[in-house]
């Protein structure tokens, strides 16, 4: 059992908080599936000051969820103290701070991965968030800034001074974004530098993915991203080599797939209207589709959907080229 302050984790493999896919309705499918800990999308500090509603739509937290943390991302230490303040009223268990994201409207701004380049900032923002919420805070960082300032067990140790309760490593610089390997060497150190649980982050596809991360680099939890889009089943497979004997569960099968998919765009729809669910539907439809038969076609028709009925035909024809494929492959 790993404990992040007073929240305890039935499992290892944590969701990664991603901006545009893990909102409440992903979130709650992953929990379901074995993530043992979920993390909203990023919301700024400075649009809460504000009550953007948007912004309060992102903290919406699910009790089918919990444990579930709230993201936020600023660059000024009493902002973000305020912010966390008032994310508290949508009862979050933790407060994340993100200090990992890169893209420019963030990053260019001062905030996200440009945090890295002023240690001592990184630390206040953490003092000024935990003096400022009574539940554990948790902080996401990067390898560094770029390959002339790899600080990442610096950042990890203010961090964890300051009184971060745990926090997550993501191995690859700003510079890098998301495209080459992952160092997970850098994971290793930071775990070997500070006694707060570390979660290890990038590069994780598949169950022998997850294992050799924790092996390799000692980690406390294994947080995965883009290895979870259209494949939830990630954190169960991953539980079960953990705790029942390395055993290998099985791929789902297409109606397996099938009936997440559907189950996990009607819960999008329920929480954000047919006609915003369906546009954020079409790239989760298009991940749950990688490696089908006709997979192109039927991603190209996904761009297209409007509608839970639309999605009703393309399930259907789905179903049928694959199984018409499976009979011809006997």
């Not at 919301?43 to 089918?64: H, I, R, W, Y």
């Not at 990038?202 to 000692?218: F, K, P």
């Not at 329920?270 to 038969?293: F, N, P, Q, S």
């Amino acid at each position: 059992m790993i404990k992040i302050g007073t929240i305890e984790l039935d499992g290892r493999a944590v969701l990664a908080p991603m901006a545009g896919v893990t909102d409440r309705a992903y979130r709650e499918i992953c929990a379901g599936f074995g993530a043992s800990y979920v993390v909203s999308e990023m919301v700024s500090s400075k649009a809460l000051q504000f009550n953007d509603k948007k912004t309060g739509f992102l903290m919406d937290l699910g009790e089918a969820e919990r444990p579930a943390g709230i993201q936020l991302f600023g660059d000024d230490p009493a902002v973000m103290a305020q912010a966390a303040k008032k994310a508290m009223a949508y009862r979050p268990d933790a407060i994340d701070i993100n200090m990992g994201c890169p893209v420019p409207k963030v990053a260019g701004n001062g905030s996200g991965s440009a945090l890295m380049k002023t240690p001592s900032l990184c630390g206040e923002i953490v003092a000024a968030v935990k003096e400022a919420v009574p539940v554990p805070v948790t902080v996401k960082i990067r390898k560094g800034w770029d390959k002339t300032s790899v600080n990442a067990v610096e950042i990890a140790k203010i961090c964890e001074a300051a009184g971060a309760d745990a926090i997550a490593v993501h191995g690859r610089t700003r510079d890098q974004m998301y495209e080459p390997p992952a160092d997970w060497e850098i994971i290793r150190q930071v775990k070997e530098a500070v006694t707060i649980p570390v979660m290890g982050n990038g590069d994780v596809y598949t169950v022998q993915d997850a294992v050799r991360l924790l092996n390799e680099t000692g980690c406390d939890l294994v947080m995965i991203g883009r290895g979870a889009l259209g494949n939830p089943w990630i954190f169960q497979q991953i539980n079960a080599y953990l705790t029942d004997s390395c055993r290998i569960l099985p791929s789902p099968g297409l109606y397996e797939r099938m009936s997440v998919m559907v189950k996990h765009i009607q819960r999008l729809c329920a929480y954000k209207d047919e006609r915003h669910g369906m546009r954020e539907a079409r790239k989760h439809v298009g991940w749950y589709l990688k490696g089908m038969r006709g997979a192109a076609e039927f991603r190209r028709r996904a761009g297209t959907l409007e509608t839970m009925d639309d999605l009703a035909l393309l399930v259907r024809d789905i179903v049928a080229a694959n199984s018409v494929a499976e009979e011809a492959g006997r």
